[in-house]
Every structure is written in structure tokens, then in C-alpha cells.
Nanobody
């Protein structure tokens, strides 16, 4: 069973950038489809981006398309989320997840990290 650990969150001003990392251990990392989701207090977990095992297919939520980029380095068993032009509404806890399909649904993923807080000030 893969285990995931996110890092890279923090406080940034609107218009700034952050890069989140998600390090995986256990299992064959390159086989996993990986997703990023985010959740604000009192709200449901929402899809941000996902990537297939080889890294050549990606999909983004409409609210982050053109600003965020998902990528992976299989040699390092790590998935990244580069976030540019951040807005206050991007403030949330960001989670990475591993699954067996390219999906926007949280229920399609069976392993989750603990989350990393991203706060964007106006």
C-alpha cells in the first residue's frame, strides 16, 4: 500500500506562487494515477488536477486551469503541483491521492496524504 506525504504549503500573497510536493513510498509508484484535491473548512473536498502513471496525460479543474501544473518524477516517487497566480480563494488544505484511474472523483482514489495548508492573503 502506497503512503503519501505532502509538503510545500505555506502563506503567500495573492499573485504569488507555491510548489507542492507529494512523496510516495511503498508499491510501484509509476503505476499509480495521482490526483490533487483541496478542501476548505465546511466545504467538500474538490478536485484540482490529476496525472497518469507515465506523466503524459493530465487533467485540471476549471478553476485552476492555466494557473496550476501537475507533474511527476517517477525516479523520485514524487508528484508536484506548481501553483501560479494564486488567489485568496485558492486557500485550502491540499491533499494528494493515489488511484488506478484518471478521475476527478475522490472516491476513485484509495490512498491519501495528510494534507498541507495553503493560505493566500489578499
Amino acid at each position: 500500500q502506497v503512503q503519501l506525504v505532502e509538503s510545500g504549503g505555506g502563506l503567500v500573497q495573492a499573485g504569488g506562487s507555491l510548489r507542492l510536493s507529494c512523496a510516495g513510498s511503498g508499491g510501484t509508484f509509476s503505476r499509480y494515477f495521482m490526483g490533487w484535491f483541496r478542501q476548505s473548512p465546511g466545504k467538500e473536498r474538490k478536485f484540482v488536477a490529476c496525472i497518469n502513471g507515465s506523466g503524459d496525460t493530465t487533467y485540471y479543474g476549471d478553476v485552476v486551469k492555466g494557473r496550476f501544473t501537475i507533474s511527476r518524477d517517477s525516479a523520485k516517487n514524487t508528484v508536484y503541483l506548481q501553483m501560479n497566480s494564486l488567489k485568496p480563494e485558492d486557500t485550502a488544505v491540499y491533499y494528494c491521492a493515489a488511484g488506478q484511474s484518471l478521475s476527478i472523483l475522490p472516491t476513485s482514489y484509495y490512498a491519501w496524504g495528510q494534507g498541507t495548508q495553503v493560505t493566500v492573503s489578499s
